[in-house]
Nanobody
Framework: QVQLVESGGGLVQAGGSLRLSCAASGRTFSNYAMGWFRQAPGKEHELVGTISESGVNTYYADSVKGRFTISRDNAKNTVYLQMNSLKPEDTAVYYC?????????????????WGQGTQVTVSS
């Protein structure tokens, strides 16, 4: 069992920045690749990006590439999502999740533990 708690969301103007954190407890955090997803009102969950167990490898959706950065500190059992140059279309609830050892990174079913989400609202 893994518990994930996101924090750091809020209201920011377009062009601003936020850093989300996802704190994990339970099983060994460093054993898991991690993903960040988001869900805007009326839309499906969208993969934002992923980070490997060691933090060496990352993947970003085209919509956030060059603006968002995922990192992790395994000593602190925490993964981060640094969001810069925010746009109104980034408004969503953001979730972190632990990646299973199998399955496409794009599918929600490939992730087994999820946080409760944190709201990010970007005003124009």
């Amino acid at each position: 069992q893994v518990q994930l708690v996101e924090s750091g969301g809020g209201l920011v103007q377009a062009g601003g920045s936020l850093r989300l954190s996802c704190a994990a407890s339970g099983r060994t955090f460093s054993n898991y690749a991690m993903g960040w997803f988001r869900q805007a009102p009326g839309k499906e969950h969208e993969l934002v990006g992923t980070i490997s167990e060691s933090g060496v490898n990352t993947y970003y959706a085209d919509s956030v590439k060059g603006r968002f950065t995922i990192s992790r500190d395994n000593a602190k059992n925490t993964v981060y999502l640094q969001m810069n140059s925010l746009k109104p279309e980034d408004t969503a609830v953001y979730y972190c999740a632990t990646k299973r050892a199998y399955g496409s990174i794009y599918l929600r079913g490939s992730y087994d533990y999820w946080g409760q989400g944190t709201q990010v609202t970007v005003s124009s």
